[in-house]
């Protein structure tokens, strides 16, 4: 064996090599390993480049089933592996996802603290319906969709991970992976987290917030574990100040027992703040908001554990399990009343959406490789959601709540999975498998007890991708076709509506992706065609009454271009969508139709700076009944200058944006109407301001 350490750029080299065969081999933590055969011949320099392409959610896929080539445990070849390092923060020291994703815009409905949603292009899930995310602990994904939240159904809240300890994250198209369930239709989002941190404390302010991050490690390099903590306060950018708290901790902890890795995360959240919410677009609006009450807060604990027993090089066991408690109160006014006579005063409209939930669930996940050509996985997630007092109020005009809907339900998931992955040949590998959802639902409610009801729902999911290998000599792209069938859970409520939901809500993906490699350049084509089912999918928070969003067809195409360079990447990506009602052939309203994005990273700027820039486009959206949104450009960027070896760094982060978030239709009379006090359907958005802001990291060692 020959060891070597890399230098400025990341090259190895070796001399006084004796001519051979050799097997280079290159590993990392985040990445399944890589390696090449290589044979040197006497005199001969031989440079060999190897490329990480496997993201270490499943470094055990390395032992079953080889290492560039697709597996059982990630066989969408659409997956894109996001290093932090490589991109920019979302909103650095503010609330919401806390990395931005090229290709995949960021929206929130009401500002504060109530946490965004990545889009994918042609999806309206505004709330998480057809977007699932997840977390990596270990080798188990642990889901963070919430079925049936007040906030909507399928919510998904990023704001519990402190953006410092993810190293990663994983995209891909949903509906592909056996192991991904509930909600994973057209895109699913995994955060990896980092084994270690480089101890730390961080600071980011600006005149409106700011923001203290620190993040410990043990000295002993062997020992994978950190504990990171932040305390965040701010106002936000808008004149409607926030007031905003946000309390932090994430924990994570990994054992190594023998044959057994043992991995234990924890996440204790709690957030409050004011939120300004949607105002009309275009108008001016006395202090950024229609409401001054509209407020949030959200509390959670969340513990996962996960073991691993790699019982030889070629089975292994994983046994996971996870609990998580969950508390929510929202007050938004998305159809302000006012009074007919100066000053105008709000004196109706104000909604409260609250709930308490537990969550439990876990399951095991075996893997076995048979032969080249023949992998074996198979696994059960078990799931139950118990949300209490799942309730919405309205305020009357003296402001007193009195209950529109309210339910107890319980959500059972039982979910087996089982796939078969192999290579038929150098140029051919496969993978297919099923996914069953068994879902049952006892819906409480408490406010008309003849619309309770007990049900079981069930589902059966096919899922396949054929992926052909080109010779290397040859011009042809690596091709890739997959199908499968996803879903996502209704909102199981009836609320002041009259239809039973059906529960399960199916779609049928076709996924076709082509990927070439030219001077290094990695070219990729994806086109996908998605078909919805009609659905009662969440309950409406102005009047309770169910919403029908189906059926639907989406298809996409998605162009993007990246490259890796020694000091530096460069990554564009252009998503073209058509997204229509099956029924009408109408454009699905808020779905974005066309988006643009740009990233570029350099390492090695003058004075010792390190620069990121993204620029992202996403064109006007329709938003249904003629009515149709502004574009919203947003150019973001940092500039850091490392010191005492990179010890300390201090750097700055800006926006530069125009636009509203979360543009959607409203009817509602505004003063400055000139029909009013009659209302009118109108778009409304979150105004999007542009901001700089300035951060200091010190490094306890280097």
């Not at 239709?185 to 600006?206: K, Q």
């Not at 998580?324 to 000053?343: C, D, G, I, Q």
Request: some cysteine; hydrophobic content about 35%; aromatic content about 10%.
């Amino acid at each position: 064996m020959h060891e070597a350490s890399s230098d400025s750029e990341g090259r190895f080299q070796w001399t006084d090599i004796e001519p051979s065969r050799y097997n280079v081999r290159a590993e990392i933590s985040t990445f399944a390993p890589v390696s090449a055969d290589v044979t040197v011949a006497e005199g001969q320099d031989v440079a060999v480049e190897l490329k990480f392409q496997q993201i270490a959610s499943v470094r055990q896929a390395v032992t079953v089933v080889g290492t560039s080539a697709p597996s059982s445990l990630t066989p969408d070849p659409s997956e894109r592996i996001v290093m932090h390092d490589q991109v920019l923060d979302a909103n650095p020291g503010r609330p919401g996802a806390p990395i931005s994703i090229p290709g995949y815009p960021i929206e929130t409905a009401s500002g504060g603290i109530k946490a965004p949603q990545y889009f994918a292009p042609g999806v309206a899930g505004d709330h998480g319906e057809p977007i699932a995310q997840f977390y990596q602990i270990g080798d188990f994904l642990y889901p963070n969709n919430l079925p049936a939240n007040a906030h909507g159904n399928g919510y998904a809240d990023p704001n519990f991970l402190i953006a410092p300890m993810i190293e990663a994250v994983a995209i891909d198209g949903g509906a592909f992976n056996v192991r991904e369930g509930n909600n994973s239709v057209d895109m699913a989002a995994t955060y990896v987290p980092r084994e270690r941190l480089n101890s730390f404390v961080e600071l980011t302010g600006d005149y409106r917030d700011i923001d203290l991050v620190a993040g410990w490690s043990p000295k002993n390099p062997a020992t994978n574990a950190f504990v990171a903590v932040e305390a965040a306060y701010g106002n936000g950018y808008l004149a409607r100040l926030e007031h905003r708290q946000q309390y932090n901790v994430n924990a994570l902890r990994q054992f190594k027992f023998g044959r057994n890795e043992l991995t234990l995360f924890g996440v204790g959240y709690y957030g409050i703040s004011f939120i300004p919410g949607l105002i009309p677009i275009n108008t001016f609006v006395p202090n950024d908001t229609v409401d001054n009450r509209q407020f949030e807060r959200t509390n959670t604990a969340i513990f996962v554990a996960s073991d691993t027993w790699r019982i030889n090089d070629k089975q292994q066991l994983t046994m996971s399990g996870f609990f998580r408690e969950y508390a929510l109160t929202l007050r938004s006014n998305f159809a302000p009343v006012y009074s007919t006579e100066p000053p105008f005063q709000v004196i109706g409209g104000l909604i409260q959406q609250s709930e308490m939930r537990t969550i439990a669930g876990g399951g095991p996940l075996y893997t076995q490789k048979i032969t080249s050509w023949l992998s074996v996985l198979a696994g059960v997630d078990l799931r139950r959601d118990a949300p209490r007092d799942l309730d919405l109020k309205a305020a009357n005009a003296p402001g007193i709540f009195h209950p529109v809907t309210s339910n107890n339900l319980t959500l059972s998931f039982v979910e087996p999975y089982l796939s078969f992955d192999g290579a038929l040949s150098r140029y051919v590998h496969y993978d297919v498998g099923f996914r069953r959802e068994e879902v049952w639902t006892d819906n409480v409610d408490r406010i008309n007890p003849a619309k309770s009801f007990d049900k079981l729902a069930g589902l059966t999911l096919p899922k396949a991708t054929l992926t052909i290998f080109p010779p290397r000599s040859t011009f042809l792209p690596t091709i890739a076709f997959s199908y499968g069938e996803a879903f996502h859970t209704e909102d199981p409520r009836i609320g002041t509506g009259t239809m039973a939901p059906m529960l399960l809500a199916p779609s049928r993906l076709y996924q076709l992706v082509l990927d070439k490699t030219v001077q290094k350049f990695d070219f990729r084509v994806t086109l996908k065609h998605v078909t919805n089912s009609q659905e009662l999918a969440k309950i409406d928070p102005d009047t309770g009454l169910q919403e029908d969003l189906g059926p639907s067809l989406n298809r996409v195409i998605t162009v993007s271009l990246q490259r890796n360079f020694s000091q530096g990447s460069i990554s564009i990506s252009y998503s073209q969508a058509d997204t229509r009602d099956r029924m009408t052939g109408e454009p699905t309203p808020e779905a974005p139709r066309l988006i643009w994005d740009a990233v570029a990273t350099e390492n090695h700027l003058p004075f010792h700076l390190r620069g990121r820039c993204e620029f992202e486009y996403v064109r006007a959206k329709p938003l249904g009944d003629g009515f149709v949104g502004v574009p919203v450009p947003e150019f973001r960027g940092a500039l850091l200058r490392p010191f005492f070896d990179g010890r300390m760094s201090v750097s700055t982060e800006f926006l530069i944006a125009s636009g509203y978030t979360g543009q959607t239709t409203e009817t509602f009379a505004f003063p400055s109407d000139p029909t009013f006090p009659t209302p009118i359907e109108r778009v409304v958005g979150v105004p999007l301001k542009s901001y700089i802001t300035a951060s200091w990291t010190y490094h306890f060692s280097k």
